[in-house]
């Protein structure tokens, strides 16, 4: 079972940066591929990146590709979600997720079984 914590969201302006944070408690952590997700108002949950257990393997939405970065440390039971140059169409609430056990390297369309409660971030113009 993996427990989710996620933070770090606020409100920023267009152009500016956020860092999402996710911790991770409870067995697994290490074992799981790790995932970003969104939500908009009146929309669906969306994906928006993904890890391998390792950290070696990433998956984008092609709408956040060169802007956001994923990465996790396995140590700390942690997992990021920099998000650069943020325009307004970022907005909604972000949510992390954890597909355990899962050892693959391929990411990209995964079914996820944990889920944190999400933290909301606004993007003003």
């Known amino acids: 079972q993996v427990q989710l914590v996620e933070s770090g969201g606020g409100l920023v302006q267009t152009g500016g940066s956020l860092r999402l944070s996710c911790a991770a408690s409870g067995r697994g952590f290490s074992n799981s591929a790790m995932g970003w997700f969104r939500q908009a108002p009146g929309n669906e949950r969306h994906f928006v990146a993904a890890i391998s257990w390792t950290g070696v393997k990433t998956y984008y939405t092609d709408s956040v590709k060169g802007r956001f970065t994923i990465s996790r440390d396995n140590s700390k039971n942690m997992v990021y979600l920099q998000m650069n140059s943020l325009k307004p169409e970022d907005t909604a609430v972000y949510y992390c997720?954890?597909?355990?056990?899962?050892?693959?390297?391929?990411?990209?369309?995964?079914?996820?079984?944990?889920w944190g409660q999400g933290t909301q971030v606004t993007v003003s113009s």
């Open positions: 997720a954890a597909k355990y056990p899962y050892y693959e390297t391929y990411v990209g369309d995964l079914r996820y079984d944990y």
